[in-house]
């Protein structure tokens, strides 16, 4: 099965309106990166997080190893914040993923005004 | 910041050719990889290499050779291109030590006829 999982897949959002995405990992991940990749294809590096939380203007992350999980919070959709989101996991040493980030599928965000 | 750049942005290969796709890293880092995308998909790991004149295959090696001749530069070579080969390749690096971000090129879209 997947070693890491997004959801929602895909999502539609009100310009101004708040949502949050979910990654859940069934690999040991040690760290997490959350990245935008914009209509053009270009893969903008979100967060990198060990386990805990960071925020970036709008956006709000969280990384949770013990539960195997990841969030990535937006606040205030903007018509920029379109395009798709990935989550990334990195393993430990012993997991087979160390240096190595295993991606999600995917969630397709539409900000619409 | 951190810079990959990759060569060619966009390649139309005929069955049957060699393709060679370059990737070079600014960032001194150790760690290079390479990544395709399908469409509508995620990213997963094709070849991967932590130091000059040494590479290691990733998820998906099949049908891919890597070089790694120096630590700026990294080349993904397909010997005989196929059908199934078109799609987005990524190149990325990391410095692999104390931090493991890792930093996207901007792609190169293949496409096989």
């Known amino acids: 099965g997947d070693k890491v999982k997004q959801s929602p897949s895909a999502l539609s959002l009100q310009e101004g309106t708040n949502s949050a995405l979910r990654c859940n990992f069934s690999i040991a991940a040690t760290t997490v990166q959350w990245f935008l990749q914009n209509p053009r294809g270009s893969l903008i590096n979100l967060f990198y997080l060990v386990p805990g939380t960071k925020e970036n203007g709008r956006l709000k992350s969280a990384f949770d190893s013990k539960e195997s999980y990841s969030t990535l919070h937006i606040r205030d959709a903007q018509l920029e914040d379109s395009g798709t989101y990935f989550c990334?996991?990195?393993?430990?040493?012993?997991?087979?993923?160390?240096?190595?980030?295993?991606f999600g599928a995917g969630t397709r965000l539409a900000v619409c005004p | 910041e951190a810079a990959v750049t990759q060569s060619p942005r966009s390649k139309v290969a005929v069955t049957g050719g060699k393709v060679t796709l370059s990737c070079h890293q600014t960032n001194n880092h150790d760690y290079m990889y390479w990544y395709r995308q399908d469409t509508g998909h995620g990213l997963r790991l094709i070849h991967y290499?932590?130091?000059?004149?040494?590479?290691e295959k990733g998820d998906i090696p099949d049908g891919y050779k890597a070089s790694r001749p120096s630590q700026e530069n990294f080349s993904l070579i397909l010997e005989l291109a196929s059908l199934s080969q078109t799609a987005v390749y990524f190149c990325?690096?990391?410095?692999?030590?104390?931090?493991?971000?890792?930093?996207f090129g901007k792609g190169t879209r293949l496409t096989v006829v």
């Open positions: 990325a690096s990391s410095d692999g030590q104390a931090n493991t971000e890792v930093f």
């Open positions: 290499s932590y130091v000059a004149d040494s590479t």
């Open positions: 990334a996991a990195e393993g430990g040493m012993l997991s087979g993923s160390f240096n190595k980030l295993t």
